[in-house]
Each structure stands twice: as structure tokens, then as C-alpha cells.
């Protein structure tokens, strides 16, 4: 057990009154997450935050990621915060189904409602660009000395059209989460809660729409039922699937960087999921249709 989860545990006992015991939760490839209870049956949900990922640029900062997480929760969508402790939170276990890839397909309509609720609620702190995180990634990794996917620098330029394109017309931007891979959709009945506001901050919704369906793996007409939920009609599903390129573009460097940079999940195989990312973000690219998104997008 890392020291820093351990003096987080101490803390919760201390704040409780009581004992407590606890049950790493797995799936988290950043921050470290267990599940608290007590002998009475209370139950809770420690998040202890590595400041390294903050450092690495695979998160914001720890102080906007709390101050997020708090802004979150007020709007009912995210899990509420019960208490900070140096370093982690204390946060609301929330009873319910951890939602796959296939489950989030399944609920496209109570997944673009969750998104809208969060959108609703208060700014951030902080704005987010998947093209000025697509940028810092790829600095870091020369600097670092990190080994990128063959070909990947071949498509800067085709990045810079998607900006480009992108910025004709652009959406007021929203309080987003950024990083809606399935695992962070928690199911309670009909109502879908998003936890771990790791990545979050003020971003075009398409953007996260987007990274839904990248990381959900949908089919075309699956982007456009998504579209079609959150929006009203389906206007902007050319929008999203760009950004589906680039949520997938992107976040293969995150996983670059993960495993060049920090020692942990070494479990985890981060260059495969890099690989998989980039096999996509490619497919997407050179499918034929591709210029009638960018021509779609500019009108």
C-alpha cells in the first residue's frame, strides 16, 4: 500500500470516530481509489490524488481538480464531496452499475442527459483544449525523450485543419468532464452519474461528446443518436465526430506519457492502448468521408 493512501486511511478513521476498513478499487489508471466502510455499515469513497499526474500534465492541477469536483457535485451529476483532506476527498459512494463500453451504448439517451446536467451547472475554474493538451503532449514527449506511434507527427497538419475548421464556427463553451471513458458513468437506475473529474474544465460540448463515442466505440449512427440527444437534432454530428479523432489522437499520447513518465499499473499495458487509439484515430482519418466532415464543420 502507497504511504500517501495509507495516512489518507489514518485520516478517514480519525474523521469518522471509528475504525474502518477499506477495498482498492481497481480500474483507476491515475489517482489511487478505495472503497471505506465501518462496522456500522457507513460507506465511502477515498480518492487520494497523486501529485505527479498533475506534474506530468495527465491531470490539472490537485487544487482545480478538488475545487471541480466540488462544482460537480452541486449539480447532482457528480458524487458528493464530504470532506478534503490533504491530498484527498472523502466522496459520496454512489450505489449503483459501473457502466462498459456496450452499457454506454446501450443508454446513448440517459448518457447525453448526464452530460447536459453537468453542462448546466457552474464554470469551472479552468478552461480545457484537446488541441492545447494534443500540443503539450507532443512537446513533453520530445523532451522526455518518449518514443511516439510510427507516423504520428505525419498528421500535425491534418490537426491544424480540424482546429481550424472547428474554430469557424465555435460553440460557447461548458463545463466539461473531458474524459467520459465508460468507467466513469455510474448507473442508478434510469439516472447516470459521472465521477473523476481528473481531466475536467470549461470545453466545446462536442468535445466531450465526442470522447464519449470514442471511448465507447460508436458506430456512426451512433454518434448521431448521441448528437441528436444532447442537441435536439443532428446539426453538429459532423462537429463530433471530428472530435472523436481527436479525443482518440490525443489520448494516445496519454498513455504514452503514462508509461514513460510514471512507475505505477505497471499491470496495465499503456503502449497497446496507445496503439489501439492511434489505429483508430488513423482509420477515422483516412476513411473517404473524412474532407466532407472538415467541408460539413466550415459551412
Known amino acids: 500500500m502507497p504511504d500517501a493512501v495509507k495516512d489518507a486511511l489514518e485520516m478517514v478513521a480519525a474523521w469518522a470516530g471509528r475504525p474502518v476498513s477499506h477495498t482498492t478499487i481497481k480500474g483507476g ?12 455499515g457507513d460507506r465511502w469513497l477515498l480518492r487520494v490524488l497523486d501529485p505527479r499526474i ?11 481538480e478538488i475545487a471541480n469536483t466540488v462544482t460537480a457535485a452541486a449539480t447532482g451529476v457528480g458524487a458528493q464531496v464530504l470532506h478534503e483532506l490533504p491530498g484527498a476527498l472523502i466522496l459520496e459512494y454512489l450505489e449503483g452499475v459501473t457502466l462498459d463500453a456496450p452499457a454506454v451504448r446501450d443508454r446513448i439517451d440517459d448518457v447525453a442527459a448526464a452530460c447536459r446536467r453537468l453542462h448546466a451547472g457552474a464554470r469551472f475554474g479552468n478552461d480545457f483544449s484537446i488541441f492545447r493538451k494534443h500540443d503539450e503532449f507532443v512537446t513533453l514527449c520530445r523532451s522526455a525523450g518518449l518514443k511516439l506511434p510510427p507516423g504520428y ?5 491534418t490537426v491544424q485543419e480540424i482546429e481550424d475548421a472547428l474554430a469557424a464556427r465555435p460553440l460557447p463553451t461548458v463545463p466539461c468532464h473531458n474524459d467520459l471513458l465508460p468507467e466513469n458513468f455510474i448507473a442508478s437506475g434510469r439516472t447516470v452519474r459521472i465521477v473523476d473529474y481528473q481531466l475536467s474544465g470549461n470545453n466545446d460540448p462536442s468535445f466531450e461528446l465526442g ?5 465507447a466505440d460508436f458506430t456512426p449512427d451512433q454518434v448521431d443518436q448521441l448528437t441528436y440527444a444532447y442537441f435536439g437534432d443532428g446539426t453538429h454530428a459532423p462537429r463530433v465526430r471530428l472530435n472523436l479523432i481527436m479525443s482518440n489522437l490525443t489520448w494516445t499520447l496519454w498513455f504514452v506519457v503514462h508509461h514513460g ?10 503502449n497497446a ?5 492511434f489505429a483508430q484515430a488513423v482509420r477515422d482519418l483516412t476513411d473517404p468521408g473524412f474532407g466532407r466532415l472538415i467541408d460539413a464543420v466550415r459551412r
Open 153 to 157: 507527427e505525419d498528421w500535425s497538419p
Open 29 to 40: 489508471l491515475s489517482h489511487h481509489i478505495a472503497r471505506v466502510e465501518t462496522e456500522d
Open 54 to 64: 498533475a506534474e506530468t500534465g495527465l491531470g490539472i492541477p490537485l487544487d482545480q
Open 211 to 215: 470522447d464519449v463515442a470514442a471511448e
Open 273 to 277: 492502448e496507445a496503439a489501439d487509439k
Open 261 to 270: 513518465l510514471t512507475p505505477q499499473h505497471r499491470d496495465f499495458d499503456y
